[in-house]
């Protein structure tokens, strides 16, 4: 069975600061990766995902992650944040052979002016 | 096109009731899951329909139970609420099963407060 772990469950940074959300997944096989964002009193939306090819996968609002297969990580990064970027962030993983996808607890982004 | 339609958005049950929730999935995508949002515990997988069968289940009671229409329309029920079923209940829709290079699209929610 697959889980994932997100690290921190909070993250406050100053708008315009860089940031970096950790997920760390275990999974016997290989997987699909996805970031999700969650703004208040919505559902999610999919930032970007990871499915084979390129390690580094680039998404929306400037969102980009890394698949680090050795780490088992696939971090979420953006250089420089704005205030509109506040949100819950989950890292997603999908494997086995039942094809669930399977959630980190979220981390929630706090951008400060 | 349209996105994902959950009504209703906001309930207030009281324990030992039931409740149905609704889902209309994208339009074209014949697979729709459930999953539950607590504080606590983050988003958990309830069930999958694709094509009027259930393909997933996560671990719940079997006081939960849904089913899926032929228009691909999905509803959930929660029988003998409880409080800790309070929380934000998610539908998520997708054109395949299986979620195979694809993603899910979800709805905005339906917030159960059990009292």
Not at chain 1, 32 to 47: A, E
Not at chain 2, 55 to 66: L, T
Request: charged share 15%.
């Amino acid at each position: 069975a697959q889980s994932v772990t997100q690290l921190d469950s909070q993250v406050p940074v100053f708008e315009e600061a860089p940031v970096e959300l950790r997920c760390n997944y275990s999974s016997s096989v290989s997987v699909y990766l996805f970031w999700y964002v969650q703004y208040p009193n919505q559902g999610l939306q999919l930032l970007l995902k990871y499915l084979s090819g390129s390690t580094l996968v680039k998404g929306i609002n400037g969102f980009e992650a890394e698949f680090n297969k050795s780490q088992t990580s696939f971090h979420l990064r953006k250089p420089s944040v704005h205030i509109s970027d506040t949100a819950e962030y989950f890292c997603a993983v999908l494997g086995g052979s039942n094809y669930k996808l399977t959630f980190g607890k979220g981390t929630l982004l706090t951008v400060n002016p | 096109k349209a996105g994902v339609t959950q009504t209703p958005r906001y309930l207030i049950k009281t324990r030992g009731q039931q409740v149905t929730l609704s889902c209309s999935p994208i339009s074209g995508h014949r697979s729709v899951s459930w999953y539950q949002q607590t504080p606590g515990q983050g988003l958990q997988f309830l069930f999958e329909y694709f094509s009027e069968t259930q393909r997933n289940k996560g671990n719940f009671p079997g006081r939960f139970s849904g089913r899926q229409f032929s228009n691909s329309r999905s509803e959930m029920n929660v029988s003998t609420l409880e409080l800790g079923d309070s929380a934000l209940y998610l539908c998520a829709s997708s054109p395949v099963t299986g979620l195979v290079g694809g993603e899910l699209f979800f709805g905005e929610g339906s917030r159960l407060t059990v009292l």
